[in-house]
């Protein structure tokens, strides 16, 4: 059973430092691996994808790198900004299913 | 185009009570899915239906039933509220698995409380 674990459960940081969450999962066998970002109330909303051939994935002030040998996924964030304050989850689609495994999340807090 | 809706937002139940989750998506996708999120917890899928007429279990599906007769709605029904089903109920749908652009899209949640 794919266990997906996220560390830490909570980060803090100050308007303007990097952001670097982590995901890592037990079972390298995937199809791919998705970062969500949650507000509160709100539903989930993609931010990237990235395909198990994939080494890392690009769109604007963020970045995901996947590395399925070691069971390792993480979220760069550039330049972190207020708006950037989220919960942000990564889930993974096995190679042999579509139903994905969630982690418990990441929840940001960039400080002005 | 308003992609996942659900409804009710918020409900508070009894014990007991019975209701009616409703989740409806308009864009034509055949694959459906409800899960629950537990505070400090991931996702866990309840029930999922990859079409019209067709439905099978997730990952913790007691007590909830579901039915899919129309490709846009997908209801979640609970039939005895208990207090282990307060949770944030999320619907989600996607095109068919194996497209390169594969994805769910997440209605806004209903947050459930039964005491």
């Known amino acids: 059973k794919q266990e997906v674990t996220q560390i830490p459960a909570a980060l803090s940081v100050p308007e303007g430092e990097n952001l670097v969450l982590n995901c890592s999962f037990t079972?390298?066998?995937?199809?791919?691996l998705q970062w969500f970002r949650q507000d509160p109330g709100k539903g989930l909303t993609s931010l990237l994808l990235?395909?198990?051939?994939?080494r890392e994935q690009t769109s604007g002030r963020l970045n995901a790198s996947l590395d399925k040998s070691s069971g390792r996924s993480t979220l760069y964030i550039a330049a972190s900004q207020p708006g950037d304050s989220a919960t942000y989850l990564c889930?993974?689609?096995?190679?042999?299913?579509?139903?994905?495994?969630f982690g418990a999340g990441t929840t940001v807090t960039v400080r002005a | 185009n308003a992609g996942v809706t659900q409804t009710p937002k918020f409900r508070i139940l009894k014990i007991g009570q019975s209701m009616t989750l409703q989740c409806t998506q308009d864009?034509?996708?055949?694959?459906m899915y409800w899960y629950r999120q537990d505070p400090g917890m991931g996702l866990k899928l309840i029930y999922y239906?990859?079409?019209?007429?067709?439905?099978d279990k997730g990952e913790v599906p007691n007590g909830y039933n579901v039915s899919r007769s129309t490709t846009e709605d997908f209801p979640l029904r609970l039939e005895l509220a208990a207090p282990s089903q307060t949770s944030v109920y999320f619907c989600?749908?996607?095109?068919?698995?194996?497209?390169?652009?594969?994805?769910?899209?997440f209605g806004p949640g209903t947050r459930l409380t039964v005491t």
């Open positions: 989600a749908s996607s095109i068919l698995p194996g497209q390169s652009t594969y994805e769910q899209y």
């Open positions: 079972d390298s066998a995937i199809y791919n």
């Open positions: 990235i395909q198990s051939s994939q």
């Open positions: 889930a993974v689609r096995p190679r042999d299913d579509y139903k994905l495994s």
């Open positions: 864009m034509n996708h055949n694959y």
């Open positions: 239906s990859v079409g019209a007429g067709i439905t």
